[in-house]
């Protein structure tokens, strides 16, 4: 079956989070740069990083350079595009206009990697997961478990988890969603 719809994770996939996790920094007290290396040692053990202070909301400046690209370049050639996340729902205005969907884990109750989570983001296309493409940095949130639904998955080697981890067998590695246009 053909691809139809590409479906991106948020967090380091469209958005670089590096204002959210400095502002959180800011309101626990800790500087920036030691909280920063807190969470990259607890990435790089494959813990969540907890986070006392709940984060800001996106903005479309916390966008990556190639992510509207990306987006609107799919949409022109008739590609269903989505945005769906382990997020709170007040994250799913920003990035709204220039998809055709959002799927939010605060929103639908159920988080990544749950299948729950997978399966409702084919239901937002309106497709069978063999269509659907689901762009993501995580190999343990986004990757892994696209593949076991039946999704094509691509792995952006960018943010902390994008550069950790080692894309599986069947997922395609890319280091700009550029590259998903071209």
């Not at 269903?80 to 729902?89: D, E, K, P, S, Y």
Request: glycine share 8%; hydrophobic share 45%.
């Amino acid at each position: 079956m053909a691809v139809r719809a590409v479906v991106f994770d948020v967090g380091e996939t469209l958005v670089d989070e590096t204002r959210q996790w400095q502002e959180v920094a800011d309101a626990e007290g800790v500087p920036r740069f030691t909280y920063l290396a807190l969470a990259g040692a607890a990435i790089a053990r494959g813990e969540q990083p907890v986070r006392k202070h709940r984060a800001p909301p996106f903005t479309e400046a916390d966008l990556y350079p190639d992510a509207l690209p990306c987006l609107h370049a799919l949409r022109a050639r008739g590609t269903t595009v989505g945005a769906a996340g382990n997020m709170a729902r007040g994250n799913e205005g920003f990035i709204a206009p220039h998809v055709d969907f959002v799927v939010s884990s605060d929103r639908l109750g159920v988080a990544k990697p749950a299948p729950a989570f997978f399966e409702s983001i084919c239901e937002a296309a309106g497709l069978q997961p063999a269509a659907v493409t689901y762009v993501g940095d995580r190999v343990d949130n986004d990757v892994a478990p696209a593949l076991a639904f039946g999704m094509e998955a691509v792995h952006i080697r960018r943010g902390p988890w994008g550069h950790l981890h080692e894309a599986p067998a069947g997922a395609r590695v890319i280091d700009s969603l550029l590259e998903l246009v071209e």
